[in-house]
């Protein structure tokens, strides 16, 4: 009997190891199959990440809405610390000739899509992939607005600068339009150079600002957009060729007329470097009608080169508005005409008045309907022809899904920004002009 009992207790002892053995393979396989098992402090860690994560988000976005809703605090935060900000990054991308802006935004693309690859193939989990997206998010918007974004939140041309606001009304415009078409008319300069110019994106320029301009038709404002159309395919030379000015000569009489203005403009000076950049991926803004753009992340001026010689002073100077801190697309306008209009340079002072008579007609239509034909009529036929060209100049590289694409995206973005009027915006540089009249026109 107990030889048997010690035999059948082995046995049964024998049995228990064996089916150890079977079973804690299979609890191993189903834990690894579920999900993977991490350390504690690998989890604490994670946990701690995650808060720390949504508490310097939240903090972040919370003071980008305060700035939008102060603009008293955006106007300090503009003279004070913009700047700094302006000179550090003006100065780094100051080093490289091409744009950092345009591989910034294919490095952010490239960015995200790294972020959803690996929350797929990882398997990370739905939680850790939105904290991955909003720490994404996080660092391009407040790069964004602490970089120059708070511009669009500061004080208005009018407080700003101490302007009073000047009603439209009939009789006063009368006066304003014919001794603006006056200075145009003085202003005239026959050079080979006719282009589309204005701003926008971060700001775009728009080269699409005028006409139907055929027999005794008026002008018609295309979409200000930031779009200028043209085709890279035009003849250079004649009245409206490309590459005939100097243009290294017209950004060092820009910033001239800048620094003699800024006090009066209300304008940080030197506000860093301006060194205008080619656009990397020209053809496409080209078709999209952009004449120039403004790169906020690392504070570059962008030109079209496509534009025609003419309004290249003035995509130029509205650019360089938005580098100083002008948010506004009208702004930026007003900015480029002031600027241009009390410059020595007769290409730089003509492209003032030509490239903002578009929008002055469009208002004299709107407003004088019974006086336009003859207002119109009081334009030289030579100023009329260099805006019929730059509209064709324009249209004929013009691709109109991408266009349209372009103006609904640009359109958003600036309705985004608190500018309510959207790509609008650009044409409310008359009523500013006329409300300036008095105090900077003696600089024109």
């Known amino acids: 009997m107990g030889m048997k009992s010690v035999g059948i207790a082995r046995g049964m002892k024998g049995i228990g190891r064996v089916r150890k053995r079977r079973f804690r393979p299979r609890i191993s396989q189903r834990v690894n199959k579920t999900r993977p098992v991490h350390p504690r402090g690998y989890t604490l860690l994670e946990r701690k990440k995650r808060r720390r994560t949504l508490i310097v988000s939240i ?155 055929a027999g005794t038709g008026g002008a018609e404002t295309g979409k200000h957009s930031g779009k200028g159309w043209g085709s890279g395919m035009k003849e250079q030379g004649g009245i409206g060729g490309r590459g005939g000015i100097d243009k290294k000569a017209i950004q060092a009489e820009l910033e001239s007329v800048y620094q003699k203005l800024h006090e009066q403009l209300r304008l940080a000076f030197p506000n860093g470097k301006r060194r205008a950049k080619p656009m990397m991926f020209e053809p496409f803004h080209t078709k999209t009608g952009v004449s120039g753009y403004f790169g906020p992340f690392f504070n570059e001026v962008h030109v079209n080169h496509y534009s025609l010689d003419f309004t290249y002073p003035f995509t130029l100077a509205h650019e360089m508005a938005h580098q100083f801190g002008i948010g506004l697309e009208s702004e930026a306008n007003l900015y480029a005409f002031i600027v241009c209009a009390a410059s020595d340079d007769k290409q730089v002072r003509y492209s003032a ?92």
């Open 353 to 444: 008045y030509v490239s903002t008579l578009g929008y002055v007609l469009n208002d004299a239509r709107r407003i004088l309907p019974d006086e336009y034909k003859e207002i119109y009529q009081s334009v030289r036929p030579e100023i009329l022809n260099h805006l019929k060209q730059n509209r064709e100049h324009w249209l004929a590289a013009r691709s109109a899904p991408l266009s349209n694409a372009q103006d609904k995206v640009y359109d958003a973005y600036l309705k985004t920004n608190k500018v309510s009027t959207g790509q609008v915006n650009y044409s409310e540089v008359v009523g500013l002009l006329v409300s300036s009249y008095n105090n900077f026109s003696r600089f024109w």
């Open 59 to 213: 903090a972040l976005f919370a003071l980008i809405i305060l700035f939008s809703y102060v603009p008293l605090l955006s106007e300090w935060y503009m003279r004070v610390v913009y700047p700094g900000v302006a000179t550090l990054l003006s100065s780094f991308s100051g080093l490289f000739s091409f744009s950092l802006y345009d591989l910034f935004l294919i490095g952010a693309v490239l960015w995200l899509l790294v972020i959803i690859v690996l929350a797929i193939v990882r398997r990370s989990g739905f939680v850790r992939f939105l904290f991955s997206l909003l720490r994404f998010v996080t660092v391009l918007v407040a790069w964004f607005y602490f970089s120059w974004g708070i511009a669009y939140f500061r004080q208005d041309f009018y407080t700003r600068c101490e302007v009073e606001e000047v009603a439209y009304d009939s009789e006063g415009f009368h006066d304003f339009v014919t001794w603006f078409i006056e200075h145009a008319n003085q202003s005239y300069l026959d050079f080979a150079g006719t282009g589309g110019a204005e701003t926008g994106k971060i700001g775009v320029t728009n080269g699409n600002s005028v006409i139907d301009l």
